[in-house]
């Protein structure tokens, strides 16, 4: 009796083969980072909550991730590592007095100061994703300077 046996069917031969590769594949895939780096804040109070968006239809309401970051001589820093090749767009609010969501004036506009990816001039109504998308692809380091206004 064999202890180890050689596999000697060809189709179980070529799906293995088939399957090292998807496998492999998965972990060779690039890893993208963003870093993030905000300045403007009015005050070192509260931290910077910074949304990572993958799509038009959940831009500003729903993030793939969220991260948050202490606030220091009125700007903060923040990375997001291991991101897929894809096109996204960022968006950040100063949550001053610590409270976990980002109050609004009216429920409209915000009370609380805000910046976005490629700092969009939004004089009316919140910034829109075709301003703030962007593209990171086969393990770029990308890096935005984003204005708090």
């Given at each position: 009796m064999d202890i180890c046996p050689v596999i000697k069917n060809k189709t179980m031969q070529t799906a293995l083969l088939y399957l090292t590769l998807f496998f492999s594949s998965l972990f060779l895939q690039a890893q993208n980072t963003i870093e993030v780096n905000m300045f403007g804040f009015t005050s070192n109070k509260g931290k910077a909550i910074i949304g990572l968006f993958v799509?038009?239809?959940?831009?500003?309401r729903k993030p793939l991730q969220s991260l948050s970051s202490l606030i220091i001589d009125q700007k903060s820093d923040i990375?997001?590592?291991?991101?897929?090749?894809?096109?996204?767009?960022?968006?950040?609010?100063?949550?001053?007095?610590?409270?976990?969501?980002?109050?609004?004036?009216?429920?409209?506009?915000?009370?609380?100061?805000?910046?976005?990816?490629?700092?969009?001039?939004?004089?009316?109504?919140?910034?829109?994703?075709?301003?703030?998308k962007f593209e990171v692809k086969n393990g770029e380091v990308l890096s935005f300077d984003i204005k708090i206004k």
């Open positions: 799509e038009e239809e959940t831009f500003l990375t997001f590592k291991d991101i897929p090749d894809g096109v996204y767009a960022i968006s950040v609010y100063h949550d001053e007095n610590d409270n976990g969501e980002i109050d609004l004036l009216m429920g409209i506009l915000p009370k609380e100061d805000t910046g976005t990816s490629n700092n969009p001039n939004t004089k009316m109504g919140p910034p829109k994703w075709k301003d703030a």
